[in-house]
């Protein structure tokens, strides 16, 4: 069993940044891909970002693209996510996410989700 704990969410004006992380236990996450999903109230959940086990290859949704990038420190058991020119649109619900084997924007079911934490971005 995997644990995904998640942390850095919170309360940030229209053009701010903030830095999510993502920090597993129970078992190491280098063999798994890792990734960030969001849910916006009365949204579906959608895909945000994912990156490989071994780190060599990321994808990113479109409406992110060139302001969220997901790192991640298999030393550390942990993903992050650093999140730069937000949006009111970018308010949501992040979750980590862990899959041992390919984890991209068609991923419905990943084997971990965390519980999540929020993000809110002011106008």
């Known amino acids: 069993q995997v644990q995904l704990v998640e942390s850095g969410g919170g309360l940030v004006q229209a053009g701010g940044s903030l830095r999510l992380s993502c920090a597993a236990s129970?078992?190491?996450?280098?063999?798994?891909?890792m990734g960030w999903f969001r849910q916006a109230p009365g949204k579906e959940r959608e895909f945000v970002a994912a990156i490989r086990s071994s780190g060599s290859s990321k994808s990113y949704a479109d409406s992110v693209k060139g302001r969220f990038t997901i790192s991640r420190d298999n030393a550390k058991n942990t993903v992050y996510l650093q999140m730069n020119s937000l949006k009111p649109e970018d308010t949501a619900v992040y979750y980590c996410?862990?899959?041992?084997?390919?984890?991209?924007?068609?991923?419905?079911?990943?084997?971990?989700w965390g519980q999540g934490t929020q993000v809110t971005v002011s106008s």
């Open positions: 996410a862990a899959e041992y084997g390919v984890l991209n924007s068609g991923t419905r079911r990943p084997d971990y």
């Open positions: 129970g078992r190491t996450l280098s063999s798994y891909a």
